[in-house]
């Protein structure tokens, strides 16, 4: 059985970092390709970044150049380095699995492309 554990999360203040973790188990995650999405409230969930197994990162715009995607392998383990968080970037975020190892990069940051999710870690940023 699949399963994903997000945490990390926390109440920080603007310009402040992060780290979120995620641990995966009940498949053999090398070789799926993973990722990070965020749901702000009242908001839809929107993809953050991606990681295909090989280590090929993908990143939306509204994060390149602050935050960090990487994964350990032989820990089943994904992460994502917050830097200068900023209010945008409050919400719950979740790490997702995909079925492949590498996404296309077109839809690697939809919903749509992930196959088994974790339950979500709070992040709030306050200014």
């Known amino acids: 059985q699949v399963h994903l554990e997000e945490s990390g999360g926390d109440a920080v203040q603007a310009g402040g970092s992060l780290r979120l973790s995620c641990a995966a188990s009940?498949?053999?995650?090398?070789?799926?390709?993973m990722g990070w999405f965020r749901q702000a409230p009242g908001k839809e969930r929107e993809g953050v970044a991606s990681?295909?197994?090989?280590?090929?990162?993908i990143y939306a715009d509204s994060v390149k150049g602050r935050f960090i995607i990487s994964r350990d392998n032989p820990k089943n383990a994904l992460y994502l380095q917050m830097n200068s968080l900023g209010p945008e970037d409050t919400g719950i975020y979740y790490c997702?699995?995909?079925?492949?190892?590498?996404?296309?990069?077109?839809?690697?940051?939809?919903?749509?492309?992930?196959?088994?999710w974790g339950q979500g870690t709070q992040v709030t940023v306050s200014s």
């Open positions: 009940g498949y053999t995650f090398y070789s799926y390709h």
């Open positions: 990681i295909s197994s090989y280590g090929t990162t």
């Open positions: 997702a699995a995909g079925r492949s190892p590498i996404p296309m990069p077109t839809t690697a940051l939809r919903s749509s492309t992930y196959n088994y």
